[in-house]
């Protein structure tokens, strides 16, 4: 059974992850880095191998989101998955069902700061052309543009939308569904990565103590990730379309703050486009 790690794209999920991995898995041997590969993306090429035909043709992958998952889960294991895919359905096939999944936490970010880390992420020219990208209700990350085309070779194509569908629909997952602010573990970390620790004790059935919770918030802070990076480099950095070059993954952390960094025009279209959402989550 799957318990997602579901969120927009720079809302925090590899910190999430980090903590999850840093609590659950305790070899000492790998840095908190390497301990990311046991929670691995969703979707990707080698979960549709010998299912179908054409990675590059969404109607069939879409059509094959449920057999893919089922094979994942015939070792009766359970296991987390990352995720940036929309909690959707195209031609009545779903993304994931209850029968596959046992329950997923969404991760949220106010979108005035999802927008800087969004920009030097895909390396966007500028704040209009990452504005673009987050009110694009057919946006694809990876080979899919809005014409289906396919356009990159380095990520299999996972539908987003845009960011109020995306926290509006994962918001419809019924099954052991929690919901996680960026923000709240940027400002009360122990009380909120307790709540995930009881929340995972629940489901996995184990005991998490307090001072392992502790421990791991240590492991995964953006700190020790970031020295991390620079000293063993990143497999998830992203490359620079124009240089080719590595980027740095972990980069402003908690420097990213909207008030400083983003222009006012840009900032009031992001208000206007998303007050209902941003209300809801007291960013308003």
């Given at each position: ?27 000492k ?7 990311l ?19 590059e ?23 987390f ?39 030097h ?9 990452a ?16 014409k ?14 845009n960011?109020?569908n995306h926290y ?5 997952f019924?099954?052991?569904y ?45 700190q ?11 497999d ?6 124009i240089?080719?070059k ?28 998303f ?10």
């Open positions: 059974m799957i318990i997602w790690i579901a969120s927009y794209p720079k809302s925090g999920n590899t910190w999430l992850r980090a903590f999850i991995t840093s609590l659950l898995y305790k070899d041997n790998l840095n908190s880095l390497d301990k590969r046991q929670i691995h993306a969703y979707p990707l090429s080698k979960d549709f191998y010998h299912i179908i035909d054409n990675f043709n969404f109607k069939e992958i879409s059509e094959n989101w449920e057999k893919s998952q089922s094979i994942l889960n015939l070792d009766k294991k359970i296991k998955l990352k995720t940036h895919h929309i909690l959707c359905s195209i031609n009545n096939n779903f993304f994931t069902t209850y029968k596959n999944s046992l329950g997923a936490i969404y991760i949220v970010r106010d979108p005035r700061n999802v927008i800087t880390s969004l920009k992420h895909y390396s966007l020219k500028n704040y209009d052309e504005l673009e990208f987050m009110l694009d209700k057919d946006r694809f990350s990876g080979k899919l543009d809005k289906n085309n396919y356009i990159r070779e380095t990520e299999f194509p996972t539908y987003i939308s960011w109020n509006k629909a994962w918001k419809n019924k099954k052991n929690l919901l996680i602010k960026y923000e709240d573990l940027m400002t009360n970390p122990k009380k909120k990565f307790k709540e995930i620790g009881k929340y995972l004790s629940k489901l996995l059935q184990i005991k998490i103590e307090d001072i392992d919770v502790e421990e791991a918030i240590l492991k995964s802070s953006f020790n990730l970031k020295k991390s990076e620079e000293k063993f480099g990143f998830e950095a992203p490359t620079d379309d240089t080719n590595k980027k740095k993954f972990f980069n402003l952390g908690p420097d990213n703050d909207w008030k400083k960094n983003l222009p006012n025009n840009v900032r009031k279209k992001i208000e206007d486009n007050s209902a959402e941003m209300e809801e989550l007291n960013y308003l």
